[in-house]
């Protein structure tokens, strides 16, 4: 089991930067790849980034590359986006997940393990 905790939410202006951090704990957090998705109001969720079990390889939805940057502290079991250039697109509920395996996915159903979310909220 692993327990996934989101944190660095909030309002933030058009054209500001945020950094969403997830702590892990339960299991040995470096066997696990690592995905942020985002569900805006009324929308389904969507992938947004991921990350390798190492580190070495990411991955990142269209609407974010440039833009967002995932990166992981093993030694911290933490995870953490940064979000730059924020747009009020990407206003959303922002989760993090858990895989068990080395490789980065985009497909929601790869994830066995979900946190709560943080409310990410960008005002024009």
């Known amino acids: 089991q692993v327990q996934l905790v989101e944190s660095g939410g909030g309002l933030v202006q058009a054209g500001g930067s945020l950094r969403l951090s997830c702590a892990a704990s339960?299991?040995?957090?470096?066997?696990?790849?690592m995905g942020w998705f985002r569900q805006a109001p009324e929308k389904e969720r969507e992938f947004v980034a991921a990350i390798s079990s190492s580190g070495r390889g990411t991955l990142y939805a269209d609407s974010v590359k440039g833009r967002f940057t995932i990166s992981r502290d093993n030694a911290q079991n933490t995870v953490y986006v940064q979000m730059n250039s924020l747009t009020p697109e990407d206003t959303a509920v922002y989760y993090c997940a858990a895989r068990s395996g080395a490789m980065p996915l985009s497909h929601q159903s790869d994830y066995g393990y979900w946190g709560q979310g943080t409310q990410v909220t960008v005002s024009s």
């Open positions: 339960g299991r040995t957090f470096s066997n696990y790849a």
